[in-house]
DNA sequence: CGAGAGTCCTGAAGGC
DNA sequence: TGCCTTCAGGACTCTC
């Protein structure tokens, strides 16, 4: 399952190979994701070349330069895509929606089982679009801190653990990092948002940041069917403390770990390190 | 506007 | 062995 670590892995995977090539053939064989692959997509973006590929919250952005006017390619990976390279002669397996062949032989593979993915056209150089426009800031950027958390808290009731992993208020925070952020800051993730204090919202900041810091330097996780772009898994699954380690005792204290259900997701804490 | 539920989808895992 | 149910999860979309 794709979070902002794992998005930025396959990103920093897939820079070297794909910056300055030409885009010879997309084959696209399912356009059913969260939203159709545009019909047109094929037209776009063949013969066109890749000029660099940027990151907002869970988005991919490839910059495609075109003589009439270039464009940019929005893939995101939903819960259960991936992007790989491998090459021409690989044979395409169940769930490999989208081919994209380069000019150094090189094949990019867009490959969704759940298809809760996209994969869009945004026209002109300026990454605009509905779905980037009310993104929160980066969590690893400048704009990211704990006045930001207070600031945008206040009279909120919603649960903090809910609130950090609404992407207008934060990209990139999913499930398992929120967890992991949050037993690292030792706040229960019930609290209401509205409740917390500048304080705990500085150490929630940091928290998170050093949290997702950490699991990009690991490659990401690989707890379900996360894999990188060479093919190999993510590591972070070794060091998660609360995640998915109900009724594990506690690295800290031992106290058995909790699972409780927030807003349809599962939630693991620390009862007595997270108050 | 905020909060909460519903929704898309496939595959793994568990129960019987 | 095999069917049925439950769970997993990002994030938009709808309802109140």
């Known amino acids: 399952m794709p979070e902002l670590p794992e998005v930025e892995t396959t990103r920093r995977g897939l820079l070297t190979k794909v910056i300055g090539q030409t885009i010879l053939r997309v084959t696209v064989r399912d356009r059913r994701l969260r939203w159709p692959i545009p019909t047109n997509l094929e037209k776009l973006l063949e013969g066109r070349v890749v000029t660099g590929i940027s990151r907002r919250g869970k988005y991919l952005l490839w910059d495609i330069e075109a003589s009439s006017g270039g464009g940019i390619l929005l893939c995101h990976l939903g819960m259960s895509g991936s992007l790989f390279t491998t090459r021409l002669s690989t044979p395409h397996a169940k769930h490999d929606h989208v081919d994209i062949t380069l000019g150094n032989k090189v094949l990019v593979r867009y490959h969704d089982s759940r298809r809760f993915g ?157 108050r």
């Open 118 to 274: 996209a994969m869009l056209w945004i026209a002109g150089a300026i990454p605009s679009h509905p779905l980037l426009d009310t993104l929160g800031p980066e969590p690893l950027g400048d704009h990211f801190d704990g006045a930001h958390l207070f600031n945008a808290s206040r009279e909120r009731t919603v649960s903090i653990k809910e609130f950090i992993m609404n992407a207008h208020i934060v990209v990139g925070v999913g499930n398992i990092y929120a967890s992991e952020a949050l037993f690292a800051a030792g706040i229960r993730p019930t609290t209401p948002a509205g409740r917390v204090s500048h304080r705990r919202y500085d150490l929630l900041a940091t928290a998170i940041q050093r949290t997702l810091a950490r699991a990009i330097d690991a490659g990401g996780s690989s707890l379900r069917d996360y894999v990188k772009v060479n093919g190999e898994p993510g590591h972070f699954q070794l060091s998660a403390n609360v995640y998915d380690c109900a009724t594990k005792p506690c690295r800290v204290c031992g106290t058995l770990i909790k699972t409780i259900r927030q807003g349809q997701r599962s939630t693991y804490f620390c009862p007595h390190c997270q």
